[in-house]
């Protein structure tokens, strides 16, 4: 079988990680649930602020503005609870 040099050479192959460790990647997954939580709670209170704004003494637009200022209190509660289950997490994965 004759080969040309071309052929005959392999071809060699970097493949480049971003995370080495199972606990990069968990303090990636970490950073990511943080930023979204906290990107989805401001967006909340400002909702809620404009409806409260919006409201005009309406009850009903006051309790649905007040709903979401809740909801943007437990995004932020989620987004603080996030290292906490990284680590529950890395402790059932076994990453130090």
């Known amino acids: 079988m004759l080969l040309t040099s071309s052929a005959a050479r392999a071809e060699t192959v970097q493949v480049v990680a971003l ?12 950073n990511w649930i943080m930023g979204i939580l906290a990107g989805i709670a401001i967006v909340l209170f400002s909702i809620a602020g404009l409806r409260y704004l919006l409201a005009s003494g309406d009850p009903g637009e006051i309790e649905k503005a007040k709903g979401a200022f809740k909801a943007g ?19 059932i994965v076994g990453g130090v």
């Open 19 to 30: 995370a080495q460790t199972v606990d990069q990647v968990l303090n990636n997954i970490r």
């Open 73 to 91: 209190c437990i995004g932020f509660g989620l987004a603080a609870l996030a290292p906490l289950v990284v680590e529950i997490l890395k402790g």
